[in-house]
C-alpha cells in the first residue's frame, strides 16, 4: 500500500456470526458482504500487527484474499 502511493479507503468492517462486512465511512456504501461459509482463512499478520487478511470464495468460485490495516494492534 506504501509503494503504490494510494490513499488507502477508509472503512467500517463488522465481523458476526453471517460473515464479513465492510462499510465506507463517508458514503455508507456497503464495499463488501462474505458469508462466513465462503472463508476459508484469516490470519493476523506476525511481522506487521496492524495488518489482518482473509481469503474467501467469490461468486466466480474463484479464490480472493482481502487485507485489511488497522489503526490499533487490538481491532
Known amino acids: 500500500a506504501k509503494a503504490s502511493g494510494k490513499k488507502l479507503q477508509r472503512v ?3 465481523v458476526n456470526q453471517e460473515g464479513i462486512r465492510t462499510v465506507d465511512i463517508g458514503t455508507q456504501d456497503t464495499h463488501l458482504e462474505v458469508s462466513i461459509y465462503r472463508i476459508s ?3 493476523a499478520d506476525a511481522a506487521h500487527n496492524h495488518v489482518f487478511a482473509f ?5 466466480n468460485e474463484t479464490m480472493e484474499c482481502h487485507a485489511f490495516l488497522c489503526p490499533k494492534r487490538k481491532m
Open 12 to 14: 467500517a468492517l463488522s
Open 41 to 43: 482463512y484469516c490470519s
Open 55 to 59: 481469503i474467501a470464495t467469490n461468486s
